[in-house]
Structures are given as C-alpha cells and as structure tokens.
C-alpha cells in the first residue's frame, strides 16, 4: 500500500489550504484513515481520524476549522484545513491501518492525543509541508 500526500504549501494566517492523499491497494472493508502532523521539535501527532463506517473525529485544536474526508471512487483522503494559524505549520502526513479505529482513539468526541500511536498505522505517507504566517 503506498500513501502520497499533495497540496500543501504556504499560506497567509487564515487562508485555507486543501491537502490530499492518494492511496494505492487499500481495498480492506474495515480500515482507519488518519491525518497525522509534526512541527519542529515537537512530536508526531493525531490531527483527524475516518474510521471505516464514516465516523469522522479531530483533536482539540483543529476541530471546527479542519474536515477530513475520503473518496472511494478517487481512492483518495483529503483534509480541508480553514481558518489556518501559525501553529498550525508542520509537516502533514496522511497514514492509514486496515482494521477499525480504536475506542481508545476517542475521548468526548474528540481524538485522545494520550492513547493514539504512530505505531497503530502500518501504511504511511511522505509528508507534506504546510507553512502558515501572519
């Protein structure tokens, strides 16, 4: 399975950017589907998680201003970022594991940063920069 992000950028605080990420061979009924980031200096975290019955939850920090979806036809993720602010610039990458997301993911309808893993996604994209200034 091959995972291939495009669309970041740079961007002027509040602008919008829309990422991609194309997936080849990822036909598994039950799959999770996540966006992940990294700044510098800082560790990789979860930014939105699709699980495989549609179900879409995002961190704290980019709910309300992020979307993340997915189409099957195209066989590709995106993640609409709106509203972007500086903290928002990191490395963006998009990962994918075929089996259901966790329960452990979520907590109050939001991704729990404290129980979500690198290691719990096998397939994993490159990366793509995001920059966003004021």
């Known amino acids: 399975v091959q995972l291939v992000e495009s669309g970041g950028g740079s961007v002027q605080a509040g602008g919008s950017l829309r990422l991609s990420c194309t997936h080849s061979?990822?036909?598994?009924?039950?799959?999770?589907m996540g966006w992940f980031r990294q700044a510098p200096g800082k560790e990789r975290e979860a930014v939105a998680a699709?699980?495989?019955?549609?179900?879409?939850t995002y961190a704290s920090a980019v709910k309300g201003r992020f979307t993340i979806s997915q189409d099957n036809a195209k066989s590709t993720l995106y993640l609409e970022m709106n509203n972007l602010k500086g903290e928002d610039t990191a490395v963006y990458y998009c990962?994918?594991?075929?089996?259901?997301?966790?329960?452990?993911?979520?907590?109050?309808?939001?991704?729990?940063?404290?129980?979500?893993?690198?290691?719990?996604?096998?397939?994993w994209g490159q990366g793509t920069q995001v920059t966003v200034s004021s």
């Open positions: 699709l699980d495989s019955d549609g179900s879409t």
């Open positions: 061979q990822l036909t598994y009924s039950t799959h999770c």
């Open positions: 990962a994918a594991e075929s089996a259901g997301c966790p329960a452990r993911f979520y907590i109050d309808d939001e991704l729990n940063q404290r129980t979500i893993r690198t290691a719990d996604f096998t397939y």
